[in-house]
Nanobody, 122 residues
Framework: VQLQASGGGLVKAGGSLRLSCLLS????????MGWFRQVPGKERKFVAY????????LYADSVKGRFTISRDNAKNTVYLHMTSLKPEDTAVYYC????????????????WGQGTLVTVSS
């Protein structure tokens, strides 16, 4: 299984970005998908989760109302649309695939993408 994340970059505070993550090598619809983020020297933190069907969604409190997770099973892709970005959102963002519903724990995920860097300037 390969997960390829893309869409990171440099954006000013208040701006928006959309991250994408393409899964290949397995049936995408078999997996719930999560987004996590990590700052150097700190633990990887949960951002958002979406069930295989897209009908169940969970967000970290820190991004609720600003970030939107979605998926397109026909394209084997999960998205994270980030708006009203803040400097504290700066991190490497990782997508992950797993089969434990609504998990916020990195260890519950089976497969990980390589990460994409999001930098929010003040």
């Amino acid at each position: 299984v390969q997960l390829q994340a893309s869409g990171g970059g440099l954006v000013k505070a208040g701006g928006s970005l959309r991250l994408s993550c393409l899964l290949s090598g397995r049936t995408f619809a078999n997996y719930g998908m999560g987004w996590f983020r990590q700052v150097p020297g700190k633990e990887r933190k949960f951002v958002a989760y979406i069930t295989w069907s897209g009908t169940g969604i969970l967000y970290a409190d820190s991004v609720k109302g600003r970030f939107t997770i979605s998926r397109d099973n026909a394209k084997n892709t999960v998205y994270l649309h980030m708006t009203s970005l803040k400097p504290e959102d700066t991190a490497v963002y990782y997508c992950a695939a797993g089969q434990k519903w609504f998990s916020t724990m990195p260890n519950d995920y089976l497969y990980w993408g390589q990460g994409t860097l999001v930098t929010v300037s003040s």
